[in-house]
């Protein structure tokens, strides 16, 4: 799938430079850069943006899993793991301690088909640290792993790969797809992820070798992006990354297209699955292939919106679903091209089928008018500029075009390519690649539905791994690595000092109140020519009648369905048409309408928002969609385990007498019963601009902003409505045991907590300090370091303080393998008990590292300002909240965190949900001291 987007007016220039900027007269748009390659093949490109006090810096290196071989793959995805855990220099930790002492926001990696690539944003001041640190990592890295090290990672992966393909909904979908639109011979024939018996089988001999012949500087991309000293970076870059010895040549991964014989269908009963899903899956075109241009335009006419063909043919004629996705899954060497439809409950198959065939006629004899063209390319336009809104997105870009297409020069032709795609060219590719041409038809069922699968399918090959009781391989992950360093030049070992601190400024505040009682917070910023926004509409789900749950919701899906004026096609197409984004969503407090414009356009789009507020359409035909699309997420939910530990969390921690307990969008019986008179009543109701918020941020002065709001001040007529207050969670005295049977599932999904603060309170914000060190620093956390990285247990692991105007919970969340639910359940609750007691010095000096140094990307995105104008309107914060938050953090004692710790983490007066296999994993759970497990959800369990 192409990963950024360019379109329409924006002229796109990359050169010799170091500035961003965009000018208003010329409408050019500039990402200026500087590349040069160090002697031993290691790329580096340089990207100056001054408008936040941060840099980026991304390592990204030019191997995945197609550079794997059958019988050892998993080897790129496992390296991503890796590479985080110990180097020569930074010693056991890695690049994860530093993080949490520079104030970096998670050093994070990606993987794909293509490329590997380690990325973080840090505080300017720690630049050089980070240089050192990458260069640790592809130098002087590889004689840290040893036998417990990669035995311990093998678990983390393999848990990774339970929680993401094993344990969900259609989660092996890809994998059938790939073993047969590709040959076995073809690298893209298997996953990235690899399989649980190759990572099994590689030896610590293998995995050093693909390291050395993959990970060496004539295969590296490092992109530096942010607000930094170029002369200076260069010396840093040289003298860190310019002793490391340049790899053997790298083999140019030659084209592999490939093509279909024959149309291929194959069926899988889901174990996770409540409704049918089909996905169709024709060969196509490589990464920035002449006609993956069209192909995408193609993707986006047929199936999104209103006006697509496959919309309207599948959902509002034969009402067999409530959405279709195409879209393309382009790579380096060969492309796909996928139509997925998750259709209603009990659907056939072979119905959404003949539908799709019907869509496509349509499409034939219709094409695609210049409007649409135009439309889509909007649409495109906003998401570019969007994806250059941090320092990270646009190194990620310069990567991106350096790797793929030879030079980050490409833009230029990139942009030709895309502005060129014509009427025909659209047509023409449909012609080539989807028309009468073989296909791979995959049909994911519920279990015991093979009724529904699409007719001449054959069983598909899916390996479901056993998960055996005390079978898992041992590992002391605490044993030292010994090994013979790398020699260097220098004394690696020495951390390099920070740079000057960076003066932290926090964005400019603006402040109004209009007549009509509607209050508007506003951030004025430059950095790219948009403006985003959320109008938030209090109430929610609080002002709900008891047997009406999910009526918020379901306004919150109509309102952008039309308006008195418009149809839902006509509104959609106007708001597309300007490059914006306007959608609604339900929370449980709140109707957010929220969205993006670029900024000349703004005025129109808030005058859409005004209409869609002022003028509701109430459309029935799109009411009774919403409904059934409701109706069938509620039927998914039941499937997906994370989805039932949600909702039956929410139950044990405010009670099932409280409206914060529902799932707000509904129960099957709710749903049902509500009708749109209903929901009519609900918006008249409690509509009223006093109880409204809008938050702007972007690039649009103060005074225009409020101007566009004159239409909706005059006419939206205020009421008094007073929401309802919320009751407190009764407290929990003793802890107990919850146990929801999925059976056969593969992981354990585990949520423990207890109702704990709200955002206001005074003590919310010490108790996130005190978290920091237990569950919510990522790697920097115990919780992490101890299930994740010393037990293999998880895939991840987090703890949180959540509250908003209401008392919200502490929550730690996992989801473990299934055979040591109870081991994991145990350790957590040592760690809980055992965490004030031993907080130390270390712990805080950590603490305070990370919190205070991290202020200066804090509001670095838009999205990032937009949820700070949210705290400070939801929560009577201060302007300089953050400040005021910095000066507790630079004040708190260990002796408070302590205390903190006495009020805040008890762990014998937590709620302990497990979702999981009952058969195997509940009784065991009793060991754990709280009284025997309570089953939620007895009459499934045999």
């Not at 059958?70 to 855990?85: D, I, K, N, V, Y």
């Not at 499937?639 to 949600?646: M, T």
């Not at 996992?814 to 957590?828: C, M, Y």
């Given at each position: 799938m192409r990963s950024f987007y360019?379109?329409?007016?924006?002229?796109?220039?990359?050169?010799?430079?170091?500035?961003?900027?965009?000018?208003?007269?010329?409408?050019?748009?500039?990402?200026?850069?500087?590349?040069?390659?160090?002697?031993?093949?290691?790329?580096?490109?340089?990207?100056?943006?001054?408008?936040?006090?941060?840099?980026?810096?991304?390592?990204?290196?030019?191997?995945?899993?197609?550079?794997?071989?059958?019988?050892?793959?998993?080897?790129?995805?496992?390296?991503?793991?890796?590479?985080?855990?110990?180097?020569?220099?930074?010693?056991?930790?890695?690049l994860d301690k530093m993080s949490a002492r520079i104030g970096g926001e998670g050093a994070n990696g990606s993987t794909s088909r293509d490329r590997t690539n380690y990325f973080q944003t840090v505080p300017k001041d720690a630049l050089e640290k980070m240089i050192w640190a990458e260069a640790d990592k592809l130098g002087f890295f590889i004689n840290t792993v040893t036998e417990p090290v990669l035995a311990k990672e093998k678990q983390v992966v393999k848990n990774e790969k339970r929680q993401s393909y094993d344990n969900r909904p259609y989660g092996h979908n890809f994998s059938v797809i790939s073993k047969n639109l590709y040959p076995a011979s073809h690298p893209y024939s298997w996953e990235v992820i690899g399989s649980l018996e190759d990572l099994q089988n590689a030896t610590l001999e293998d995995v050093k070798a693909f390291y050395n012949r993959w990970y060496v500087p004539n295969n590296v991309t490092l992109t530096i992006s942010g607000d930094f000293d170029v002369a200076q970076t260069k010396i840093w870059v040289e003298k860190y990354f310019g002793e490391i010895k340049r790899g053997e040549a790298i083999p140019k991964m030659e084209k592999q297209a490939v093509t279909l014989a024959t149309t291929k269908k194959l069926f899988y009963e889901d174990n996770f699955a409540k409704l049918p899903q089909l996905t169709l899956t024709w060969p196509s075109v490589y990464e920035y292939h002449p006609d993956s241009y069209a192909l995408e335009v193609l993707a986006s006419y047929l199936s999104k919106g209103k006006k697509a063909p496959l919309y309207k043919t599948l959902v509002e004629q034969k009402k067999l679903t409530d959405g279709v996705d195409v879209f393309q899954y382009n790579s380096e060497i060969a492309g796909q091209y996928m139509l997925t439809v998750t259709a209603f409950d009990q659907t056939n198959l072979n119905l959404v089928h003949a539908g799709i065939e019907e869509a496509f006629k349509n499409f034939e004899a219709e094409g695609i008018s210049k409007q649409d063209l135009d439309r889509i390319k909007a649409g495109q336009e906003t998401a570019f500029y969007t994806t250059l809104s941090s320092v990270l997105g646009k190194g990620f870009q310069l990567a991106?075009?350096?790797?793929?297409?030879?030079?980050?020069?490409?833009?230029?032709?990139?942009?030709?390519?895309?502005?060129?795609?014509?009427?025909?060219d659209v047509m023409r590719v449909y012609q080539k690649y989807v028309k009468g041409k073989n296909f791979v038809a995959t049909s994911f069922v519920p279990k015991g539905q093979k009724n529904l699968i699409l007719d001449g399918s054959i069983l598909a090959?899916?390996?479901?791994?056993?998960?055996?009781?005390?079978?898992?391989?041992?590992?002391?992950?605490?044993?030292?690595?010994?090994?013979?360093?790398?020699?260097?030049?220098?004394?690696?070992?020495?951390?390099?000092?920070?740079?000057?601190?960076?003066?932290?400024?926090?964005p400019s505040v603006w402040k109004n109140q209009l007549s009509s009682g509607l209050k508007v917070f506003g951030i004025a910023n430059e950095e790219v020519p948009l403006v985003q926004f959320?109008?938030?509409?209090?109430?929610?789900?609080?002002?709900?009648?008891?047997?009406?749950?999910?009526?918020?919701?379901?306004?919150?899906?109509?309102?952008?369905?039309?308006?008195?004026?418009?149809?839902?096609?006509?509104?959609?197409?106007?708001?597309?048409?300007?490059?914006?984004?306007?959608?609604?969503?339900?929370?449980?407090?709140?109707?957010?309408?929220?969205?993006?414009?670029?900024?000349?356009?703004?005025?129109?789009?808030?005058?859409?928002?005004?209409?869609?507020?002022?003028?509701?359409?109430?459309?029935?035909?799109?009411?009774?969609?919403?409904?059934?699309?409701?109706?069938?997420?509620?039927?998914?939910?039941?499937?997906?385990?994370?989805?039932?530990?949600?909702?039956?969390?929410?139950?044990?921690?405010?009670?099932?007498?409280?409206?914060?307990?529902?799932?707000?969008?509904?129960?099957?019986?709710?749903?049902?019963?509500?009708?749109?008179?209903?929901?009519?009543?609900?918006?008249?109701?409690?509509?009223?601009?006093?109880?409204?918020?809008?938050?702007?941020?972007?690039?649009?002065?103060?005074?225009?902003?409020?101007?566009?709001?004159?239409?909706?001040?005059?006419?939206?007529?205020?009421?008094?409505?007073?929401?309802?207050?919320?009751?407190?969670?009764?407290?929990?005295?003793?802890?107990?045991?919850?146990?929801?049977?999925?059976?056969?599932a593969k992981q354990s999904v585990i949520r423990i907590g207890y109702p704990a603060l709200a955002a206001t309170d005074a003590d919310f914000y010490p108790a996130q300090i005190l978290n920091y060190r237990l569950g919510g620093g990522g790697f920097a956390s115990q919780l992490t370091q101890e299930l994740r990285e010393g037990k293999g247990y998880t895939y991840g692991i987090s703890s949180s303080f959540s509250g908003s105007?209401?008392?919200?919970?502490?929550?730690?969340?996992?989801?473990?393998?299934?055979?040591?639910?109870?081991?994991?359940?145990?350790?957590?609750?040592?760690?809980?008990?055992?965490?004030?007691?031993?907080?130390?010095?270390?712990?805080?000096?950590?603490?305070?590292?990370?919190?205070?140094?991290?202020?200066?990307?804090?509001?670095?995105?838009?999205?990032?300002?937009?949820?700070?104008?949210?705290?400070?309107?939801?929560?009577?914060?201060?302007?300089?909240?953050?400040?005021?938050?910095?000066?507790?953090?630079?004040?708190?004692?260990?002796?408070?965190?302590?205390?903190?710790?006495?009020?805040?983490?008890?762990?014998?007066?937590?709620?302990?949900?497990?979702?999981?296999?009952?058969?195997?994993?509940?009784?065991?759970?009793?060991?754990?001291?709280?009284?025997?497990?309570?089953?939620?959800?007895?009459?499934?369990?045999?």
């Open positions: 360019f379109l329409l007016t924006a002229c796109l220039i990359f050169g010799s430079g170091s500035s961003f900027a965009q000018n208003q007269k010329s409408s050019e748009f500039k990402v200026e850069f500087e590349k040069f390659t160090l002697p031993n093949g290691l790329q580096v490109i340089l990207h100056v943006d001054r408008s936040d006090p941060v840099v980026a810096v991304a390592l990204t290196s030019h191997v995945g899993s197609a550079r794997e071989k059958t019988g050892r793959t998993g080897f790129a995805h496992l390296f991503e793991h890796l590479l985080f855990l110990e180097s020569e220099n930074l010693g056991k930790g890695g991106q075009y350096e790797i793929f297409a030879g030079t980050p020069e490409y833009i230029n032709q990139d942009v030709k390519n895309i502005l060129a795609v014509t009427r025909e090959d899916v390996v479901e791994e056993k998960i055996i009781e005390g079978k898992e391989e041992a590992f002391d992950a605490s044993i030292a690595a010994t090994y013979k360093k790398t020699p260097s030049k220098f004394d690696r070992s020495i951390e390099p000092p920070y740079g000057a601190s960076p003066d932290v400024i926090l959320q109008l938030q509409l209090k109430g929610g789900m609080l002002l709900e009648a008891k047997n009406k749950t999910g009526v918020a919701s379901i306004l919150a899906d109509l309102m952008t369905k039309g308006t008195k004026n418009k149809t839902p096609e006509q509104l959609e197409n106007a708001i597309e048409s300007l490059g914006a984004t306007i959608r609604a969503t339900a929370t449980d407090e709140s109707i957010l309408i929220s969205g993006t414009s670029l900024a000349k356009n703004y005025n129109a789009t808030m005058a859409l928002v005004s209409e869609i507020i002022l003028q509701p359409r109430w459309d029935a035909a799109e009411f009774e969609l919403i409904k059934q699309s409701t109706l069938s997420q509620i039927l998914q939910q039941k499937a997906d385990p994370n989805s039932i530990a949600r909702n039956e969390y929410k139950k044990l921690i405010y009670g099932a007498n409280s409206v914060l307990a529902n799932n707000r969008v509904g129960t099957e019986s709710s749903v049902k019963s509500i009708t749109l008179e209903d929901v009519k009543n609900y918006y008249y109701q409690n509509s009223t601009p006093t109880l409204v918020q809008l938050h702007i941020v972007g690039a649009i002065a103060t005074n225009d902003a409020l101007t566009a709001l004159t239409d909706l001040n005059k006419k939206w007529e205020p009421k008094n409505v007073s929401i309802p207050a919320v009751a407190t969670p009764k407290e929990i005295t003793a802890s107990k045991i919850y146990f929801y049977d999925v059976p056969g105007a209401s008392k919200g919970p502490f929550t730690i969340a996992s989801g473990v393998r299934s055979n040591v639910t109870f081991e994991a359940v145990q350790l957590i609750k040592d760690i809980v008990s055992n965490y004030g007691k031993n907080f130390n010095e270390n712990d805080l000096e950590v603490t305070k590292g990370y919190l205070i140094k991290s202020n200066a990307r804090a509001f670095e995105t838009l999205s990032s300002k937009l949820e700070m104008l949210y705290d400070i309107s939801n929560y009577n914060y201060a302007d300089d909240y953050a400040k005021q938050q910095e000066n507790i953090v630079k004040n708190i004692s260990m002796d408070e965190l302590k205390q903190f710790s006495d009020l805040y983490l008890n762990a014998n007066k937590m709620i302990y949900l497990i979702v999981g296999d009952a058969a195997t994993q509940l009784n065991k759970l009793e060991q754990i001291g709280f009284g025997k497990p309570v089953l939620l959800n007895p009459a499934t369990t045999k």
